[in-house]
Protein backbone atom coordinates (compact mmCIF):
# COMPACT_ATOMS: atom_id res chain seq x y z
CA UNK A 1 0.00 0.00 0.00
CA UNK A 2 1.25 3.39 -1.27
CA UNK A 3 1.27 5.88 1.60
CA UNK A 4 2.68 9.79 2.61
CA UNK A 5 3.73 11.36 5.78
CA UNK A 6 1.81 14.06 5.28
CA UNK A 7 -1.39 15.37 6.06
CA UNK A 8 -2.81 18.02 3.35
CA UNK A 9 -5.58 20.25 3.73
CA UNK A 10 -7.18 24.06 3.31
CA UNK A 11 -7.61 26.30 5.79
CA UNK A 12 -9.55 29.51 5.30
CA UNK A 13 -7.63 30.61 1.66
CA UNK A 14 -4.74 28.30 1.90
CA UNK A 15 -3.54 25.71 1.40
CA UNK A 16 -1.69 23.41 4.11
CA UNK A 17 0.63 20.12 3.81
CA UNK A 18 1.93 19.05 7.62
CA UNK A 19 4.17 16.57 8.66
CA UNK A 20 4.88 17.14 12.25
CA UNK A 21 1.30 16.13 13.52
CA UNK A 22 1.42 13.97 16.41
CA UNK A 23 -1.79 11.92 17.30
CA UNK A 24 -3.28 13.89 19.88
CA UNK A 25 -2.98 17.66 18.55
CA UNK A 26 -5.74 19.42 18.27
CA UNK A 27 -7.53 21.83 15.61
CA UNK A 28 -7.86 24.51 18.24
CA UNK A 29 -4.08 24.58 19.67
CA UNK A 30 -3.00 24.80 15.98
CA UNK A 31 -5.13 27.75 15.07
CA UNK A 32 -4.32 29.84 18.04
CA UNK A 33 -0.13 28.33 18.53
CA UNK A 34 1.01 27.37 15.25
CA UNK A 35 -1.38 30.04 12.89
CA UNK A 36 -2.03 33.25 15.44
CA UNK A 37 -5.58 32.60 14.56
CA UNK A 38 -6.80 33.59 18.01
CA UNK A 39 -10.96 34.60 17.60
CA UNK A 40 -11.52 30.77 18.30
CA UNK A 41 -11.50 30.43 22.07
CA UNK A 42 -10.55 27.58 24.73
CA UNK A 43 -13.36 27.49 27.15
CA UNK A 44 -14.20 24.07 28.29
CA UNK A 45 -11.79 22.05 26.05
CA UNK A 46 -14.50 19.17 26.40
CA UNK A 47 -16.75 20.08 23.62
CA UNK A 48 -19.40 21.31 25.53
CA UNK A 49 -19.08 25.42 25.82
CA UNK A 50 -18.82 26.06 21.59
CA UNK A 51 -16.16 28.92 21.90
CA UNK A 52 -14.14 27.27 19.67
CA UNK A 53 -16.36 26.62 16.94
CA UNK A 54 -15.45 26.63 13.50
CA UNK A 55 -16.60 25.24 9.82
CA UNK A 56 -15.59 21.71 8.47
CA UNK A 57 -15.68 21.36 4.86
CA UNK A 58 -15.76 17.59 3.48
CA UNK A 59 -16.67 15.87 -0.23
CA UNK A 60 -19.33 13.47 0.39
CA UNK A 61 -20.48 11.88 -2.41
CA UNK A 62 -18.81 14.72 -4.62
CA UNK A 63 -20.45 17.45 -2.82
CA UNK A 64 -18.83 19.57 -0.57
CA UNK A 65 -20.79 20.19 2.62
CA UNK A 66 -19.56 22.20 5.59
CA UNK A 67 -20.26 21.54 9.26
CA UNK A 68 -19.85 23.26 13.12
CA UNK A 69 -17.98 21.24 15.05
CA UNK A 70 -15.59 21.75 17.98
CA UNK A 71 -11.89 22.95 17.12
CA UNK A 72 -11.00 22.09 20.70
CA UNK A 73 -11.51 17.92 20.02
CA UNK A 74 -11.02 17.82 16.59
CA UNK A 75 -7.78 16.15 16.70
CA UNK A 76 -5.32 17.42 13.11
CA UNK A 77 -4.80 13.99 11.75
CA UNK A 78 -8.50 13.59 10.83
CA UNK A 79 -8.56 17.39 8.66
CA UNK A 80 -7.03 15.65 5.77
CA UNK A 81 -8.68 16.71 2.45
CA UNK A 82 -10.39 19.02 4.40
CA UNK A 83 -11.41 22.60 4.59
CA UNK A 84 -11.15 24.66 7.57
CA UNK A 85 -12.61 27.65 8.53
CA UNK A 86 -12.24 29.79 11.42
CA UNK A 87 -14.05 33.18 12.28
CA UNK A 88 -11.62 34.98 10.73
CA UNK A 89 -12.31 34.09 7.31
CA UNK A 90 -15.56 36.10 7.71
CA UNK A 91 -13.77 39.36 7.11
CA UNK A 92 -14.71 41.46 4.20
CA UNK A 93 -13.16 44.62 2.29
CA UNK A 94 -11.59 46.76 4.46
CA UNK A 95 -12.95 44.82 7.77
CA UNK A 96 -16.73 45.21 6.47
CA UNK A 97 -18.49 42.88 9.21
CA UNK A 98 -20.29 40.08 7.70
CA UNK A 99 -23.95 39.50 8.03
CA UNK A 100 -23.80 37.30 10.86
CA UNK A 101 -21.73 39.80 12.39
CA UNK A 102 -23.70 42.38 11.52
CA UNK A 103 -26.62 40.83 13.02
CA UNK A 104 -25.25 40.49 16.37
CA UNK A 105 -23.96 44.13 16.81
CA UNK A 106 -27.33 45.65 15.77
CA UNK A 107 -29.46 43.24 18.52
CA UNK A 108 -26.36 43.60 21.17
CA UNK A 109 -25.50 39.84 20.88
CA UNK A 110 -22.37 40.04 22.57
CA UNK A 111 -21.36 40.94 25.89
CA UNK A 112 -18.23 39.90 26.78
CA UNK A 113 -17.09 38.74 23.63
CA UNK A 114 -15.45 35.78 24.24
CA UNK A 115 -18.62 33.04 23.19
CA UNK A 116 -19.21 35.13 20.40
CA UNK A 117 -16.92 33.57 17.55
CA UNK A 118 -18.36 30.02 18.33
CA UNK A 119 -21.88 31.90 18.43
CA UNK A 120 -21.00 33.45 14.80
CA UNK A 121 -19.79 30.07 13.23
CA UNK A 122 -22.81 28.67 14.70
CA UNK A 123 -25.23 30.83 13.17
CA UNK A 124 -23.03 30.97 10.02
CA UNK A 125 -23.28 27.23 9.25
CA UNK A 126 -27.08 27.49 9.78
CA UNK A 127 -27.62 30.59 8.00
CA UNK A 128 -25.71 28.87 4.73
CA UNK A 129 -28.15 25.99 5.26
CA UNK A 130 -31.43 27.79 6.28
CA UNK A 131 -30.98 31.25 5.28
CA UNK A 132 -34.38 31.95 7.22
CA UNK A 133 -34.25 29.64 10.10
CA UNK A 134 -37.34 29.15 12.34
CA UNK A 135 -36.49 29.99 16.16
CA UNK A 136 -36.58 26.07 16.83
CA UNK A 137 -33.89 25.62 14.51
CA UNK A 138 -32.18 28.38 15.69
CA UNK A 139 -32.15 27.18 19.14
CA UNK A 140 -31.28 23.62 17.79
CA UNK A 141 -28.24 25.19 16.42
CA UNK A 142 -27.26 26.91 19.05
CA UNK A 143 -27.37 23.86 21.63
CA UNK A 144 -23.88 23.09 21.76
CA UNK A 145 -23.40 27.15 22.11
CA UNK A 146 -23.07 28.25 26.02
CA UNK A 147 -22.84 32.39 27.04
CA UNK A 148 -23.08 33.84 30.59
CA UNK A 149 -23.37 37.21 29.73
CA UNK A 150 -26.12 38.10 27.59
CA UNK A 151 -29.06 35.48 27.95
CA UNK A 152 -29.98 33.98 24.64
CA UNK A 153 -32.93 36.55 23.48
CA UNK A 154 -30.30 38.69 21.64
CA UNK A 155 -28.55 35.83 19.43
CA UNK A 156 -31.91 34.64 18.84
CA UNK A 157 -33.19 37.76 17.03
CA UNK A 158 -29.46 38.41 15.51
CA UNK A 159 -30.31 34.64 14.03
CA UNK A 160 -33.63 35.79 12.19
CA UNK A 161 -32.23 38.98 10.91
CA UNK A 162 -28.78 37.81 9.21
CA UNK A 163 -30.56 38.08 5.73
CA UNK A 164 -31.64 41.62 6.08
CA UNK A 165 -27.60 41.99 5.88
CA UNK A 166 -27.03 39.49 2.83
CA UNK A 167 -27.31 36.20 1.02
CA UNK A 168 -26.01 32.92 1.12
CA UNK A 169 -25.78 33.45 -2.66
CA UNK A 170 -23.10 36.22 -2.06
CA UNK A 171 -21.05 34.73 0.32
CA UNK A 172 -17.74 33.80 -0.03
CA UNK A 173 -17.95 29.84 0.42
CA UNK A 174 -20.82 29.90 -1.71
CA UNK A 175 -19.15 32.41 -4.57
CA UNK A 176 -15.94 29.72 -4.11
CA UNK A 177 -17.38 26.34 -3.84
CA UNK A 178 -16.46 25.14 -7.11
CA UNK A 179 -12.67 26.24 -7.02
CA UNK A 180 -12.76 24.76 -3.23
CA UNK A 181 -14.29 21.24 -4.29
CA UNK A 182 -12.01 21.40 -7.41
CA UNK A 183 -9.00 21.93 -4.52
CA UNK A 184 -10.13 19.28 -2.14
CA UNK A 185 -10.62 16.76 -5.13
CA UNK A 186 -6.93 17.15 -5.94
CA UNK A 187 -6.24 16.39 -2.66
CA UNK A 188 -8.00 12.60 -3.01
CA UNK A 189 -4.91 10.53 -3.74
CA UNK A 190 -5.95 6.93 -2.32
CA UNK A 191 -3.12 6.88 -0.30
CA UNK A 192 -2.60 5.65 3.23
CA UNK A 193 -1.24 8.85 5.48
CA UNK A 194 0.95 7.40 7.91
CA UNK A 195 2.05 10.73 10.55
CA UNK A 196 5.05 10.19 12.86
CA UNK A 197 5.83 12.83 15.32
CA UNK A 198 8.73 12.11 18.01
CA UNK A 199 6.87 8.74 19.35
CA UNK A 200 3.83 9.25 18.06
CA UNK A 201 1.81 7.38 15.12
CA UNK A 202 -1.38 8.25 13.36
CA UNK A 203 -2.57 6.35 10.20
CA UNK A 204 -5.50 7.09 8.07
CA UNK A 205 -5.88 4.01 5.98
CA UNK A 206 -6.40 4.45 2.63
CA UNK A 207 -10.04 2.55 2.77
CA UNK A 208 -11.92 -0.01 4.74
CA UNK A 209 -9.94 -2.95 3.08
CA UNK A 210 -6.65 -1.33 4.15
CA UNK A 211 -8.23 -0.29 7.56
CA UNK A 212 -8.55 -4.22 8.45
CA UNK A 213 -4.98 -4.60 7.15
CA UNK A 214 -3.88 -1.75 9.44
CA UNK A 215 -5.64 -3.26 12.43
CA UNK A 216 -4.12 -6.53 12.01
CA UNK A 217 -0.60 -5.35 11.81
CA UNK A 218 -1.34 -2.76 15.05
CA UNK A 219 -3.69 -4.23 17.13
CA UNK A 220 -3.11 -2.02 20.17
CA UNK A 221 -4.12 0.99 18.17
CA UNK A 222 -6.55 3.47 19.52
CA UNK A 223 -9.79 3.80 16.84
CA UNK A 224 -10.70 7.35 16.43
CA UNK A 225 -13.66 8.60 14.12
CA UNK A 226 -15.40 11.39 15.14
CA UNK A 227 -13.54 11.83 18.67
CA UNK A 228 -16.02 13.28 21.19
CA UNK A 229 -14.61 11.07 23.29
CA UNK A 230 -11.58 10.10 22.49
CA UNK A 231 -10.55 14.13 22.49
CA UNK A 232 -11.54 14.05 26.69
CA UNK A 233 -9.06 11.50 26.89
CA UNK A 234 -6.11 14.20 25.28
CA UNK A 235 -7.63 17.21 26.89
CA UNK A 236 -8.54 15.87 30.68
CA UNK A 237 -6.74 12.78 31.14
CA UNK A 238 -3.64 14.02 29.34
CA UNK A 239 -3.87 10.48 27.36
CA UNK A 240 -1.15 9.29 25.19
CA UNK A 241 -3.21 7.67 22.77
CA UNK A 242 -0.92 6.16 20.06
CA UNK A 243 -0.91 4.78 17.86
CA UNK A 244 -4.25 6.06 16.45
CA UNK A 245 -6.08 4.92 13.31
CA UNK A 246 -8.46 7.39 11.98
CA UNK A 247 -12.07 6.29 10.52
CA UNK A 248 -13.86 9.50 9.81
CA UNK A 249 -12.61 10.05 6.45
CA UNK A 250 -13.61 6.52 4.77
CA UNK A 251 -16.75 6.67 2.79
CA UNK A 252 -17.39 3.19 2.85
CA UNK A 253 -18.16 3.40 6.44
CA UNK A 254 -19.78 6.83 6.13
CA UNK A 255 -22.76 5.33 4.17
CA UNK A 256 -26.37 5.08 5.28
CA UNK A 257 -29.45 3.86 3.09
CA UNK A 258 -32.71 2.20 2.70
CA UNK A 259 -32.34 -1.26 2.15
CA UNK A 260 -34.82 -3.95 1.77
CA UNK A 261 -36.01 -5.00 5.03
CA UNK A 262 -34.03 -3.13 7.10
CA UNK A 263 -31.50 0.45 7.28
CA UNK A 264 -27.70 -0.03 6.46
CA UNK A 265 -25.56 2.11 9.10
CA UNK A 266 -22.13 2.42 8.33
CA UNK A 267 -20.11 2.64 11.54
CA UNK A 268 -18.86 5.86 10.88
CA UNK A 269 -21.88 7.63 9.79
CA UNK A 270 -22.29 10.83 12.11
CA UNK A 271 -25.23 11.53 14.46
CA UNK A 272 -26.36 14.13 11.92
CA UNK A 273 -26.09 12.26 9.02
CA UNK A 274 -28.37 9.21 10.38
CA UNK A 275 -30.99 11.23 11.71
CA UNK A 276 -33.08 12.01 8.18
CA UNK A 277 -33.13 8.16 7.33
CA UNK A 278 -33.81 7.04 10.75
CA UNK A 279 -36.35 9.85 12.34
CA UNK A 280 -38.14 9.29 8.92
CA UNK A 281 -38.76 5.43 9.28
CA UNK A 282 -39.20 5.86 13.29
CA UNK A 283 -40.97 9.44 13.92
CA UNK A 284 -40.55 9.01 17.68
CA UNK A 285 -36.82 9.46 17.25
CA UNK A 286 -36.99 12.84 16.14
CA UNK A 287 -37.78 14.81 19.95
CA UNK A 288 -35.17 12.66 21.01
CA UNK A 289 -32.46 12.46 18.25
CA UNK A 290 -31.95 16.44 19.19
CA UNK A 291 -31.30 15.65 22.70
CA UNK A 292 -28.33 14.15 21.69
CA UNK A 293 -25.87 16.32 22.97
CA UNK A 294 -25.03 19.73 21.09
CA UNK A 295 -25.02 20.36 17.09
CA UNK A 296 -21.40 20.15 16.66
CA UNK A 297 -21.38 16.94 18.61
CA UNK A 298 -23.88 15.41 16.30
CA UNK A 299 -21.65 16.35 13.74
CA UNK A 300 -18.62 14.99 14.80
CA UNK A 301 -19.98 11.88 16.59
CA UNK A 302 -20.71 8.90 15.18
CA UNK A 303 -23.25 5.91 15.60
CA UNK A 304 -20.27 3.00 15.15
CA UNK A 305 -18.40 5.26 17.79
CA UNK A 306 -21.19 5.39 19.92
CA UNK A 307 -21.83 1.48 19.69
CA UNK A 308 -18.20 0.71 20.25
CA UNK A 309 -17.18 2.71 23.66
CA UNK A 310 -19.41 0.75 25.56
CA UNK A 311 -20.79 3.31 27.81
CA UNK A 312 -23.89 2.33 29.90
CA UNK A 313 -24.84 6.25 29.26
CA UNK A 314 -25.03 5.59 25.39
CA UNK A 315 -27.74 7.49 24.09
CA UNK A 316 -28.26 5.02 21.09
CA UNK A 317 -27.38 1.62 22.38
CA UNK A 318 -31.08 1.36 23.95
CA UNK A 319 -32.51 2.98 20.92
CA UNK A 320 -30.67 0.41 18.92
CA UNK A 321 -31.50 -2.43 20.99
CA UNK A 322 -35.14 -2.27 21.35
CA UNK A 323 -35.54 -1.26 17.29
CA UNK A 324 -33.74 -5.24 17.15
CA UNK A 325 -30.73 -3.93 15.51
CA UNK A 326 -27.81 -5.89 14.68
CA UNK A 327 -23.56 -5.18 14.16
CA UNK A 328 -21.06 -6.62 11.94
CA UNK A 329 -17.55 -6.79 13.46
CA UNK A 330 -14.65 -7.24 10.88
CA UNK A 331 -11.09 -8.70 11.08
CA UNK A 332 -9.08 -9.07 8.35
CA UNK A 333 -11.39 -10.72 5.44
CA UNK A 334 -13.49 -12.54 7.85
CA UNK A 335 -16.77 -10.92 9.60
CA UNK A 336 -19.31 -11.94 12.30
CA UNK A 337 -23.10 -10.68 13.00
CA UNK A 338 -24.57 -10.42 16.24
CA UNK A 339 -27.43 -8.45 17.98
CA UNK A 340 -26.23 -5.18 19.33
CA UNK A 341 -27.49 -6.11 22.60
CA UNK A 342 -24.67 -9.15 22.78
CA UNK A 343 -21.95 -6.96 22.14
CA UNK A 344 -22.04 -5.27 25.85
CA UNK A 345 -20.40 -8.02 27.89
CA UNK A 346 -19.57 -6.10 31.22
CA UNK A 347 -18.96 -2.21 31.99
CA UNK A 348 -15.61 -1.10 29.45
CA UNK A 349 -15.71 -4.36 27.98
CA UNK A 350 -17.10 -5.24 24.63
CA UNK A 351 -17.20 -8.51 22.32
CA UNK A 352 -14.38 -7.32 20.49
CA UNK A 353 -10.93 -9.20 19.72
CA UNK A 354 -7.55 -7.50 19.09
CA UNK A 355 -7.64 -6.36 15.10
CA UNK A 356 -11.32 -6.29 14.92
CA UNK A 357 -13.91 -3.37 14.43
CA UNK A 358 -16.93 -2.63 13.70
CA UNK A 359 -18.33 -1.97 10.07
CA UNK A 360 -22.04 -1.47 9.62
CA UNK A 361 -24.89 -1.48 11.90
CA UNK A 362 -27.93 -3.24 10.35
CA UNK A 363 -31.76 -1.60 11.24
CA UNK A 364 -34.89 -3.85 10.63
CA UNK A 365 -37.43 -1.11 9.17
CA UNK A 366 -40.88 -0.93 11.18
CA UNK A 367 -43.59 -3.53 11.00
CA UNK A 368 -46.80 -2.69 10.91
CA UNK A 369 -48.81 -2.34 14.89
CA UNK A 370 -45.43 -1.27 16.68
CA UNK A 371 -45.34 1.42 19.16
CA UNK A 372 -42.09 2.94 19.61
CA UNK A 373 -40.88 5.44 22.02
CA UNK A 374 -37.86 6.79 23.08
CA UNK A 375 -36.85 8.88 26.32
CA UNK A 376 -34.03 10.83 27.77
CA UNK A 377 -33.98 11.93 31.61
CA UNK A 378 -31.01 14.42 32.42
CA UNK A 379 -30.58 16.94 34.32
CA UNK A 380 -30.31 19.61 31.52
CA UNK A 381 -32.69 19.30 28.62
CA UNK A 382 -29.90 20.10 26.56
CA UNK A 383 -26.43 18.98 26.11
CA UNK A 384 -26.28 16.49 28.61
CA UNK A 385 -25.53 13.15 29.88
CA UNK A 386 -28.50 10.86 30.70
CA UNK A 387 -29.33 9.41 33.85
CA UNK A 388 -31.49 7.15 32.06
CA UNK A 389 -32.04 6.29 28.65
CA UNK A 390 -34.93 3.87 27.42
CA UNK A 391 -36.38 2.63 24.60
CA UNK A 392 -40.07 1.24 23.63
CA UNK A 393 -40.51 -1.16 21.25
CA UNK A 394 -43.80 -2.83 21.72
CA UNK A 395 -46.19 -4.60 18.85
CA UNK A 396 -50.27 -4.88 19.45
CA UNK A 397 -52.40 -6.67 17.24
CA UNK A 398 -56.53 -6.80 18.53
CA UNK A 399 -55.37 -5.19 21.61
CA UNK A 400 -53.43 -7.70 22.75
CA UNK A 401 -49.37 -7.35 22.94
CA UNK A 402 -47.24 -9.69 20.74
CA UNK A 403 -43.89 -8.60 21.41
CA UNK A 404 -41.91 -6.44 24.09
CA UNK A 405 -38.22 -4.95 23.41
CA UNK A 406 -37.44 -2.59 25.98
CA UNK A 407 -34.08 -1.16 27.10
CA UNK A 408 -32.50 1.06 29.46
CA UNK A 409 -28.85 3.07 29.43
CA UNK A 410 -27.84 4.16 32.89
CA UNK A 411 -29.61 1.35 34.86
CA UNK A 412 -26.61 -1.14 34.71
CA UNK A 413 -23.01 -1.93 33.70
CA UNK A 414 -24.20 -1.74 30.10
CA UNK A 415 -27.18 -0.84 27.77
CA UNK A 416 -29.39 -3.95 28.60
CA UNK A 417 -32.93 -5.02 27.90
CA UNK A 418 -35.55 -5.00 30.30
CA UNK A 419 -35.91 -8.76 29.91
CA UNK A 420 -38.19 -9.45 33.08
CA UNK A 421 -40.27 -6.68 31.97
CA UNK A 422 -40.62 -7.78 28.40
CA UNK A 423 -41.69 -10.83 29.69
CA UNK A 424 -44.61 -9.61 31.66
CA UNK A 425 -46.34 -7.81 28.77
CA UNK A 426 -46.28 -10.40 26.28
CA UNK A 427 -49.40 -11.66 25.47
CA UNK A 428 -51.33 -9.24 28.34
CA UNK A 429 -54.11 -6.77 26.89
CA UNK A 430 -53.04 -3.33 25.90
CA UNK A 431 -54.17 -1.62 29.26
CA UNK A 432 -52.29 0.94 31.95
CA UNK A 433 -52.56 -1.95 34.04
CA UNK A 434 -50.82 -4.34 32.44
CA UNK A 435 -47.59 -1.71 31.52
CA UNK A 436 -48.09 -0.98 35.47
CA UNK A 437 -47.42 -4.34 36.24
CA UNK A 438 -44.51 -4.66 33.92
CA UNK A 439 -42.66 -1.87 35.35
CA UNK A 440 -42.61 -3.88 38.81
CA UNK A 441 -40.95 -6.70 36.92
CA UNK A 442 -37.74 -3.88 36.15
CA UNK A 443 -36.40 -4.88 40.05
CA UNK A 444 -35.96 -8.52 38.69
CA UNK A 445 -33.71 -6.71 35.62
CA UNK A 446 -31.96 -3.55 37.19
CA UNK A 447 -30.26 -2.70 40.57
CA UNK A 448 -29.26 1.00 39.01
CA UNK A 449 -26.35 2.69 41.50
CA UNK A 450 -26.32 6.13 42.72
CA UNK A 451 -24.06 8.17 41.26
CA UNK A 452 -23.75 12.37 41.27
CA UNK A 453 -26.24 12.27 37.88
CA UNK A 454 -29.02 10.67 40.10
CA UNK A 455 -29.51 8.23 42.68
CA UNK A 456 -30.81 4.23 42.60
CA UNK A 457 -33.95 4.82 43.55
CA UNK A 458 -34.47 7.79 41.39
CA UNK A 459 -33.50 5.89 38.30
CA UNK A 460 -35.83 3.16 39.00
CA UNK A 461 -38.94 5.19 39.66
CA UNK A 462 -38.30 7.37 36.68
CA UNK A 463 -37.92 3.92 34.95
CA UNK A 464 -41.36 2.85 35.82
CA UNK A 465 -42.58 6.16 35.12
CA UNK A 466 -41.43 5.74 31.54
CA UNK A 467 -44.20 2.71 31.14
CA UNK A 468 -46.91 4.79 32.34
CA UNK A 469 -45.89 7.51 29.91
CA UNK A 470 -45.39 5.13 27.36
CA UNK A 471 -48.79 4.10 27.75
CA UNK A 472 -50.07 7.49 27.57
CA UNK A 473 -48.33 8.58 24.67
CA UNK A 474 -50.26 5.56 22.43
CA UNK A 475 -53.27 5.95 24.32
CA UNK A 476 -54.10 9.24 23.03
CA UNK A 477 -52.59 11.54 25.77
CA UNK A 478 -49.54 12.76 23.99
CA UNK A 479 -50.58 15.98 23.95
CA UNK A 480 -50.19 16.28 27.64
CA UNK A 481 -47.40 14.72 27.73
CA UNK A 482 -45.78 16.32 25.96
CA UNK A 483 -45.41 19.30 27.88
CA UNK A 484 -43.50 17.43 30.76
CA UNK A 485 -40.57 16.34 27.96
CA UNK A 486 -37.71 16.42 29.95
Not at 360 to 367: F, L, N, Q, S, Y
Not at 420 to 435: F, R
Request: one cysteine or more; aromatic letters at 6%.
Amino acid sequence: MHSRPNIRFLLNGRDISLDDVGASDTLLDYLRLERRLTGTKEGCAEGDCGACTVLVGRLQDGSLRYEAVNACIRLMASLDGCHVVSVEYLSGPHGKLHPVQQAMVEHHGSQCGFCTPGFIMSLYALWMQKPDPSEDEIETALQGNLCRCTGYAPIIRAAKAITEHGSPAEDALTMERDDITTRLSALQDGKRVDLRKDNSRAILPANTDDLAQVLLETPDATMVAGATDVGLWVTKFLKDISPVVFLNHLEELRKIERRDDHIHIGAGVSYSDAEAILCDEYPHLRAFWDRIAGWQIRNMGTIGGNIANGSPIGDTPPVLIALGAEITLRRGDARRTLPIEDFFVDYGKQDLVPGEFLETIRVPRPGPDARHSAYKISKRRDEDISSVCAAFNVTVQNGTIQSARIAFGGMAATPKRAASAEQALVGQTWAEASLTAAAEALAQDFSPLTDWRASAVYRMQVSKNLFRRFYAEHSGATSDVQLVRG
